[in-house]
Structure formats: structure tokens, C-alpha cells
């Protein structure tokens, strides 16, 4: 059959059942993406004959003898189509995976079609941005600044990668091609408890293509978590490569690898495995009680899967209630969500010619993952280079191992390269979610608002296996509980293995969920008051010079750097204000209400964690800078290169950046609970900074002058009244053997605090249930913008997310603990229609403790969106909704109203 | 995705000459298909490679081929006196699918996967349609839309059996019509799809639901009834074990919505000339 895509022509015979997708990917067209392989996400859109459609959904066959394109050939004649030219200016992206089906979508649309952007876009999944960005570009708003020497740090200027992002040339985690590729599949559990008795691979070995079948017999019989924390004693060591105990639908059997996917799959289905079913249980209040089924039977110890309770009360709560003039107290629960990132787990192991095993892979700690490859398989950590590329999106996900041991055991047993990506079925059956969690809250207030007593109680759900539960679960009791000053307060947590997926990181990471029991709780206590949902927060929410404490006494190393919430709420306030009111009303079936939530973060985790950077100048006058830490959409690369810009004088196009590298980075670990920018930040700031002495040091020796005369200036040196170029310096420093390098690292210890408002104003139809948004506003004191525009798009896909959480997302499971859902048809992440444009309000602070200024900016934002959402439907139909999401099938069953 | 279980094509130039056997799918746009893993498929027959023109308007009415592609109907332009028309847009827009799906999905693939959402279902049965069937081994048989989907995923095909033609009379299509459609999320999959018609110089009514039901359900009055009549007409017509379970709406939902909408709907049409 005869294809053209682009200008190529060439001859080639698709397998039977191939899509366009595969097709042009395995001839290099890397640019068109896999999101869902179902068609609902759009990642692969290329054009045929001019009509854009899903290649995923295409017959490979039916593509012969038409005219393809894909995003690699919408350049004519160098120059960028002026629909990449749109989404580079407004930088409408950030992970950049969506981008290119984005834009073969969006460059194909008419005027008509660019007026109805909910329906042109509804076949075009965003997870990161929110999609205010993407509308702006294709309304041609340009948003970039440009770069100017000494003018790097709080502009908006444009992600390093981005040309590469618009063209489809970046190379995310599987866009290589490498000879000899073996292929891993992974069999999974359709029970969620059983004992494996036996597997006879004989049929599927005999399989042509198969090279390799491993089972739990064939792996290293050493139990570690496949959270990726530094300190790998804050998750329990509960996990093997392959177990012979299974205790969740989707828990891995056995890996296959063979020459091609569809031989691997084929072998998967041929493996016969005799299990022993055992008695399973779901619900952690279940698997509380004394004859629940045991998941891990540690030492015999029966502690009734409570993997870990946390408790703590400073004053006293009794005492707290006794005082109260009223009491609030109920239930509120969170559901079990899944990040969607357009990337699945993916990675790519292989032996080097320099006999080393090399490790490419997405995920958001390559340095912690390369330790826990080296702890699992013996290896010395010379021997194994862990890194990323390009990552399509984390949001905590990818905090995690769980595709890189398979590869790595693959490649280590065959001698080859081994690829492996998950579908998008795995990601929600055997990938990580939110920890759901179900949190009791008491609350104590006197007449005017003052609270006196906090106490709640939260139940976790980690699922099958442990990771991330004590320390989701440590959170969800600390800044919650730390936002509002209460002399009583009172915590009981308890984290619960049950038979089900398990949890893991996500942004928010167990302080959104109990900041959505929190904030609904003083939302009804001000309602029982009768003052409103503006001076009871006010009233009580924590103040500079407070005492930052949660439930536990002694010292901690959280300090105000910065306080802006007061700022926040006003902002919100104002905004709420301006536009609310009844002039709004839709009809007599509609109801309005208005709903704030605030919600607090340290800036950076309490854990240990710290990251290193080095900087060199080159010979040609410009600088590299190696950071240890991820850009996984988050904007990382984009700010550290302002930040040493900013320290140097120069203009961030002269320093290129290389990150998440074990072989060519600094040790990092990892990037998480918002660590980019205060962390890895701050390393690029010191490493930056003492790069610039060394120069100048070294330029102040160079023409006898003082050093407090000689200054950087782009790329000179100025030296009293002497002007020298960095690459002359550079050429005479060399000459003398001096070395203008740097290196240093930060820790996370003295964290400052950032805050979150929210507030919406929705109506809620009292017959369909539905629920609109009329507006929705958030202010953020996030400390010094380091990128404007990066910094506004975080907050807003962090928004965007906390709308999926709040009003659609659930993942459904049957009675035996099977998902029913796992598709993104069936799991609906918001589309552009079900976003609305927000406004976005920074609070005007300077932090002391972060770098330049900043703090935390990417985690918190999702917090209090939910809570708001479900305060603002409680005052739209005087009805509490504890439970998420807020679903119109799900809101009309409380308002019973009959028509 | 890739269907890795397929290992042959036939692109036949004629139906005729399929002699069918398990492991064989028909395939029109695929848009399904390669949608999810089909383990139980190992060929695919093209239908493409028939050739089958996809719109023919005429005085009868109009007839659809299988494979007319969802973009052809919607950009159809229907002669003025075929007031119902205005459904054949709305129906398209009614699907979870983009409009870049709309390229390559066909409306026989929307009938014959017959999912209670099917906009494809909705608006044929609604237009009083008929279809053509090709049984494998007999002459060709003809079928109300009504009477096809037999449940969720379900209808009266037979093994190899091809759905060929959708007939709308004229008849249906110059009714006047009222239209109603929920969904969870904004422009998400259909919940409840509710659509009135009405023939103006009688004043009966015909009522369609579908998407809350797992197979459409057709209520037709004489005149237009009553608001009790009506509700008691739905009592009868759709017991609760008939209306919809999945993620997305409940039972309870979907029963409350049908009731909603077609009260909204009888209201509507029960106007003189409100959308004639």
C-alpha cells in the first residue's frame, strides 16, 4: 500500500488490525501521542485528507493512497503554522502532551467552529491547564513576555521547550526508537484476594515472539514500597516485583516480554494460573473490625489492616466543647479519584554500550527510583542511569514505581532493550488514586464565631498496599486543622488497607480531603451561627505571629515567611461582590448560591527532602544549568532558568537546562509536594549565585580591580569603567586553570506557608440537579511571581482538577472490587465545556524564606475548590451535600423535588 | 488501538459474497471497533469498499445508508417542508463523540452498537424509521426502528446480519417535534433523550425516550393527553427495572428526568404551532 504523510512517500504494509496511531509512530512520526487509544482524548489527532480525525480509532489500511498529516508537517517552509505560532505565544500548554492533537484540532477549525470552542474542543482532553490558555491562543492573545537581561524573575516568558512542544518534536518518554525492542505485557489479577497456587506458562510460551515469562518465582524475593520517598521508612515495605498473594483486581501476575505487543498480549491470555480466592474486604470500617480479612500479616501481629493510626490533641477538646454556645458535627467524605495525567506510566530499560543499564522513564523522582532499582536488584548505583525527557503530566502519580522494575528485571534477565506502556485501562485499574477518605468533624464556636474546640476523626482508604498512606494521612490532620487558631484541637486518623487499587500521591495529597470536610464543617457552623461564611473564616483563621500548629506540640521548622491570606479572602471577597447578585436568575427551576473555601500548605514537605543544581559558563559566553529535579508540566525549567537569569543579569535564552538526570544532574528527591520551585529553586538560586561570585572573582582579579565595582551584564562583565565579554573571560580564566563552575544544593528546612481562597458563585437547577458555575475566582498568595503566566496556568489547571474532583469524577467499582469505569468515555475528566474561566487574584507578599521571593504554588490551589463548590450549592438549595462528587444524579436525589 | 487479535481484512465488493463465520465483524467507521480490545474478533470486513451512497432524498422520505458517515447527516440540507429536520443536527450533537469522530463514524455503527445513548437510535426511532436488514442466508427483511435495540448492547441482528438502510418517511419528518437531553457533564453522554413529535393537523403526540432507558421505549397518543395521562402512560410503559444503570445516571435519575421532560415536552406540543 502507498502512504504520503507529510512530504514522505513510501510503500508499507500495516498489520491487519493496526491504527494510523502505531503506524506512524512506529515509523518515527512521534508527534502524534497515545492519551487514551479509545478516541476521547484527541492526543493523536492528524489530519487525512485535510478532515482531522483520532488516528487511534483509524484502520491503518483505509490511511493508503490519502494525504496524511501530522503535526511534524504543519510547518511550511520552516516557518511555524500560525496555529503553533498561537499556542507558543500563549503558551497553551504545560505538560505539552495534549498539545500537538490540540493543535492539529484547533488548526483545522472555521470561525464558526472557533465560536463554539465547548463543542470544537470537546474531543481534546487538557489535564494540566484548565484550558484558559488554549482558548487565549486560539484567539490569538499573545502572552509571552520577551526576555530581557536583568529582567528575567517575575515575567512570563516562554517554557525552553516550547517550539519543540508546538512542533511535536520533544521527546516525551517513548519517542525513541531503538533496535531489538522487547515488549512487556503484564497479566492481571481478576481477584481481589488470592493466593496464587500455580502457573503453567507452557501455552504461552509457546507463542511465537515470546522470549520471557516472569512470575513471582522468577524475582527477587525482597519487599520494598513503590512510593518514592527519600526516607523509605515513611511507606511500609509491602510489596514484591510479583507476589504469589494477590490483594486487588488489576495487581500484577506475571510480565511477558516478546517481540511484539501483540504476541505479549496473546501469551498473557495463554497463562493459566490457579488461584486460591480468598475472602476479600473493601471498606476500611470493614476492615477495621476483628474478623475482617487480613491483607498483611506481619509477625502474625492482627492489627486489623490498620497500617497506621495518627493521633494528637493540643489543649483540650473536651474542655473546648464544654464552653461552646454551638455545636456542629458530620460526616463528609471524599471519592477515589485518579490523575489522568495524558502520559501513561511508560519507560524504556536497556543496556549501554558502556555495560551500564540505562533507565528512561516518567516519573517525578528519578534519583529515589534509581535507589530503589539498585535496593531491589543488588546493583551498584554506578552501574544504573535513571532519567526523564520529556514528562506528560504527574500530579503526584508518578511519585511512584511501578513500571520500572519490570522493565529493568526484563532487561536484566534478556540482555535487551525492554519497552513497556501501560493503556489507559491500566492506569486506572493498577496505577495509584487519591486516598478517599471519610473524616467526622466536631465542631465547637461561641455565640460570635470564635471557635473552641476541632476534632475530627478520618478514616483512610490506602487500598491493597501502603504507600503514601501515613504521610497522606499526616497532612490531612495538619494544615486543615493549622489554618484556624483554636486553643482545642483534637485529631484521630487511622489509614486502612482494604482489597482495593491502592492510593497514592495527588495533588493535595490528604490535606484537599480533609480541607473539603474542614471547610464544609465551618461553612455550616457559620450558617448555625448566623454570620457569614467571610467573618467566621476571618474570625478564626490564623494570623502572623500565631503559633503554627496542627495537633502536636513541640517545635517545627514552619514560619511565616510571607502571610497573605487576609489579602486572599479580600480579594475574593471583592470579586464575589462585584458580580453577584440576582439579576443573574435563569427561570424559576434555578437557584444561586455562593461558596468560599480557603486552605493552607507548607512550602515543601516536612520530610526530608533537598536538591542540588550546578552551573557552568561555556566557552561561547553562555551558561548550562544541571537541576536534579522534574519538569513534568509543572513549569520547573521554565522558572529555574529565570531564577539563575535573574541572579546572573542575563536573559534565560542564554542558559540551556538539562534536568531529572542521575548520570548528568544533581541528586534530588524528588519533585513533589511543591518542590520545584522552593527546593530545586532555591539550589538554582544558590548555585547561581555562587557562580556569579566566581566570575566575578575571578574578573575582578583579571583587571585589578575590586570586586564590588565589577557587576554581570548580560553576557559582559563590566569591571569599573572595563567591558569584557563572558566569552574572552572565559577564554583567559581557562588559560590560568580556573574553573567557572558551581555547585550547591537546598534543603526544605525552614518552610514558609502559602494559602489558597476560593470562591464560586454556581446555580443549581431544583429539578435536573445540574449544577452551572456563574463564576468562579481564586487569589493565591503564593509569595513573588517567578513566571506570571506559568504561575496563573498552574492554579488554573489546579482548579480545573478540583472541578473534576468536586462535580464528575468517581471511579465505580463492582461488588468484587473490579472498576467499572476505567475509560476515559466512563471516567469523565472536565472538557473545555465543563471549565469555566476563572479569575485569578495574586495576594502582593515576598517571601523571606523562599528563593526571590517565591513559595509554593503548584499543589495547593486544588484544596479549596472542592469545598467551595460544595458550599455554594449548599447555599444555592439550603441543603448539605457531604459527599463528592456532586453529580446532578446525585443532587436531585436531595432535593426531591417532583415536578 | 491496535487490534492485535485481527489478522485478516477482506474489503469485498459485495456483501453477497461473505460467508460468515464467528471471529467476523463488520467494519463501517471502526470508531468503536478500535476502540476497545475485541478478543473475539480475527476479520474484518470492510464495508467501506461497497460503496453505498450515503443520503437519498426523495418524496418518500429519506434513506440513510448504514454507513452514512455522522458528518454527511449533519451537514445534510433537508428540503423546508421537513420540519422535523432540525433533528437530524440535533441528534448528531447529542453524542459523546467530537465532530472529528463525526468524519469516520457511521450512523448504522451508532444503531447496531445500540447502547441506550445511541443519538443515532434516538432519532430514528423518533423519525418512525425502518430498517432494511441483510440476513446472511434470506431475502432482505425490514424492521421498525422501534422494534431493533432489544436492550443494552442488544438487538435483533442475527450472526453476519448487516443493518443496509434507514428509511425516515415523510410522513415523520414533516411532523413538529420538541427535544430534550441531560447529561452529567456538559455535552457528556445523554442521561435522558426525550424527543416529542407531533402531526400539526391531528394534534396526537409521540413521545420517544431513549438514553434513560436500555432500549427506547415509544408512548403515542391520539390526542395530546393529559399531564396524569401521561404520567400514568409512562407507569405503564417503562417499568423501573427497564431504565438505565451505569455511571452515567442513576435509575432514579433517569426515571425522574423521563418524567420531567416528557411533562415538558406534552406542554410544548400541546401549544398550537409553537415549533411547527
Known sequence: MNYTVNTRRFSAE?????????????????????????????????????????????????????????????????????????????????????????????????????????????????????????????????????????????????????????????????????????????????????????????????????????????????????????????????????????????????????????????????????????????????AMKPDAPLLHNKDGKADHNIYVDIHGEVGSVEAG?????????????????????????????????????????????????????????????????????????????????????????????????????????????????????????????????????????????????????????????????????????????YAVYTNMVPAGGFRGYGSAQTTFAIECAIDDLARLLGISMFEIRRKNMIQPGDWIESVWEGPQDVTFGSYGLDQCLDRVEAALAMTHGPARSRGKDWVEGMGIALAMLESGPPTEHRSGAEMKLLPDGSYHLAVGSTEMGNGSVTSHRQIAASVLNSRTKHIAIINADTDRTPYDTGTFASTGTVVAGKAVALTAEALRDNIIEFAACFTQTAPSVCCLEGTYVLCGERRISLVELYAAGTREGHHFEARRKAYSSLRSVAFNVHGVCVAVNRITGEIETLQSAHAADIGRLINPMQCRGQIEGAIAMGFGWALYEKMVYDGNGAMVNPAVRNYRIPTFADIPRSEVYFADTYDTTGPLGAKAQGECAINPVAPALANAVTDATGIRFPDLPLTPDRIFEKLSFQP | MDLNTVKEVKRPESADVVIWRNGYAWLAGGTWLFSEPQLAIDTLIDLETLHWPALHASEDGLDIAATCRIIELDRFVAPLQWTAAPLLCECCRSLLASFKIWNTATVGGNICMSLPAGAMISLTVALEGIYTLWPREAAPRQILAADFVSGNHANVLQPGELLRNIHLPTAALTRRFAFRRSSLTHLGRSAVLLIGTQNPREGDLLITVTAATTRPVQLRFERVPSADELRHHIDAAIPDALYWDDVHGTPAYRRHLTYYYAEQIRSELGQKGARA
Not at chain 1, 342 to 353: N, V
Not at chain 1, 409 to 438: D, I, N, Y
Open chain 1, 14 to 286: 500495516p498489520r491487519p488490525g493496526q491504527c494510523l496511531r502505531t503506524f506512524l509512530r512506529e515509523r518515527g512520526f512521534f508527534g502524534v501521542k497515545k492519551g487514551c487509544d479509545a478516541g476521547d482524548c484527541g492526543a493523536c489527532t492528524v489530519w487525512l485528507d485535510d478532515m482531522p480525525m483520532h488516528s487511534c480509532l483509524i484502520p491503518a489500511f483505509r490511511a493508503a493512497d490519502r494525504q496524511i498529516t501530522t503535526i511534524e508537517g504543519l510547518k511550511q517552509d520552516g516557518k511555524l503554522h500560525p496555529m503553533q505560532q498561537a499556542f507558543l505565544d500563549a503558551q497553551a500548554f504545560q505538560c505539552g502532551f495534549c498539545t500537538a492533537g490540540m493543535i492539529m484540532t484547533a488548526a483545522s477549525l472555521d470561525d464558526d467552529a472557533r465560536a463554539n470552542l465547548s463543542e470544537a474542543l470537546k474531543g481534546n482532553l487538557c489535564r494540566c491547564t484548565g484550558y484558559r490558555s488554549i482558548e487565549d491562543a486560539i484567539h490569538g492573545v499573545v502572552l509571552a513576555d520577551e526576555d530581557v537581561a536583568g529582567m528575567a524573575c517575575g515575567r512570563s516568558l516562554k517554557n525552553p521547550f516550547g517550539e519543540a512542544i508546538v512542533t511535536g518534536d520533544a521527546r516525551y518518554t517513548l519517542d525513541i526508537a531503538m533496535d531489538g525492542m522487547l515488549h512487556l505485557k503484564v497479566l492481571r489479577s481478576p481477584h481481589p484476594h488470592a493466593l496464587i497456587r500455580f502457573i503453567d506458562r507452557s501455552k504461552a510460551m509457546a507463542v511465537p515472539g515470546v522470549i520471557s515469562i516472569f512470575t513471582w518465582e522468577d524475582v527477587p524475593r525482597r519487599l520494598y514500597s513503590t512510593a518514592t520517598h527519600e526516607d523509605h521508612l515513611v511507606d511500609p515495605d509491602d510489596t514484591y516485583i510479583l507476589d504469589n498473594v494477590v490483594r486487588f483486581v488489576g495487581q500484577r501476575i506475571a510480565a511477558i516480554v516478546a517481540e511484539t505487543v501483540g504476541a505479549a498480549e496473546e501469551a498473557c491470555r495463554l497463562l493459566d494460573v490457579a488461584y486460591e480466592i480468598l475472602p476479600a474486604v473493601f471498606d476500611p470500617v470493614e
Open chain 1, 321 to 493: 466543647f464544654k464552653e461552646a454556645d454551638a455545636i456542629h458535627e458530620m460526616t463528609y467524605s471524599t471519592s477515589r479519584v485518579q490523575h489522568v495525567h495524558l502520559e501513561t506510566h511508560s519507560c524504556i530499560t536497556w543496556k549501554g554500550d558502556d555495560g551500564r543499564l540505562h533507565v528512561r522513564t516518567s516519573t517525578q523522582a528519578p534519583f529515589i527510583t534509581k535507589s530503589k532499582l539498585c535496593y531491589i536488584f543488588g546493583l551498584s548505583p554506578r552501574n544504573i542511569h535513571v532519567f526523564t525527557e520529556r514528562v506528560g503530566g504527574g500530579f503526584g502519580g508518578k511519585q511512584e514505581m511501578i513500571a520500572e522494575d519490570l522493565c529493568v528485571l526484563a532487561t536484566l534477565k534478556t540482555g535487551r532493550p525492554v519497552m513497556w506502556e501501560f493503556t489507559r485501562e491500566e492506569q486506572f485499574t493498577s496505577a495509584t488514586t487519591r486516598h478517599p477518605m471519610t473524616t467526622r468533624v466536631k465542631l465547637g464556636a461561641k455565640r460570635n464565631g470564635i471557635l473552641t474546640a476541632i476534632e475530627i476523626r478520618v478514616v483512610s482508604n490506602t487500598g491493597a498496599y501502603g504507600g503514601h498512606a501515613s504521610e497522606t494521612l499526616a497532612a490531612a490532620l495538619g494544615n486543615p486543622l493549622t489554618v484556624y487558631r483554636c486553643p482545642n484541637k483534637k485529631a484521630d486518623g
